[in-house]
């Protein structure tokens, strides 16, 4: 079975210092892992993704994440944090059938 | 480009009363389909999912259905609601040929009280 977990269920960071959320996944097969952000009362968006490609993963808006086979880790960094960052960050890796193993969210709070 | 929508994007009910909601997506053909609920605190929970019309799979035994009339839409209901059916219900599609990763749509706020 396909499963992530995430470290931290808040981060808060100050705005323009670095944000790392923490992921550790298990999968029985070469895995597919994503992040995607929510902002309150919205759909999910995908952040990036990585498909055994390059192991260093650039998303939308500044993040990025690195796979880590070694560690079963897919952690996600941004230098600087945004205001418009503070949201709920999921970690997902690819189940069977195209359907995906969602983390528990971790939310992120900016401070000014 | 594709293009999820859902609606209503807010909702209230009365315990007891009947549930539609409807999702559609714009610009591909025969995708994958899914339902989740976000309740408060708990995370995403998968109910169910469509790889084609007619063909529904439950994740979660409930007092909700689905359905997929057409291609690209597909309906959550439920005969009676539940308070516990409260939650904010995510729509997502897929394109499927090995691609995994899932598009939302931007949401339902269902409010049973």
């Known amino acids: 079975a396909q499963s992530v977990t995430q470290l931290d269920s808040h981060v808060s960071v100050s705005e323009g210092t670095p944000v790392l959320l923490r992921c550790n996944y298990s999968s029985s097969y070469s895995p597919s892992l994503f992040w995607y952000v929510q902002h309150p009362n919205k759909g999910l968006q995908l952040l990036l993704k990585y498909t055994s490609a390059a192991t260093l993963v650039k998303g939308i808006n500044g993040f990025e994440a690195e796979f880590k086979k070694s560690e079963t880790s897919f952690h996600l960094t941004k230098p600087s944090a945004h205001m418009s960052d503070a949201a709920e960050y999921f970690c997902?890796?690819?189940?069977?059938?195209?359907?995906?193993?969602f983390g528990a969210g971790t939310t992120v709070t900016v401070r000014a | 480009s594709q293009t999820i929508h859902q609606w209503p994007a807010t909702l209230v009910q009365p315990v007891g009363s009947p549930l539609s909601l409807e999702c559609t997506v714009e610009g591909t053909s025969n995708p994958n389909l899914y339902w989740y609920r976000q309740a408060a605190g708990r995370g995403l929970q998968l109910l169910f999912y469509s790889v084609g019309i007619g063909q529904i799979s439950s994740e979660v035994p409930q007092n909700l259905s689905a359905s997929r009339p057409q291609d690209r839409q597909f309906i959550l209901s439920s005969k009676k609601l539940l308070l516990s059916d409260s939650g904010f219900y995510l729509c997502a599609w897929n394109p499927g040929a090995k691609v995994y990763e899932q598009f939302f749509g931007p949401g339902t706020r269902l409010t049973v009280l």
């Open positions: 997902v890796v690819r189940g069977n059938d195209y359907k995906l193993s």
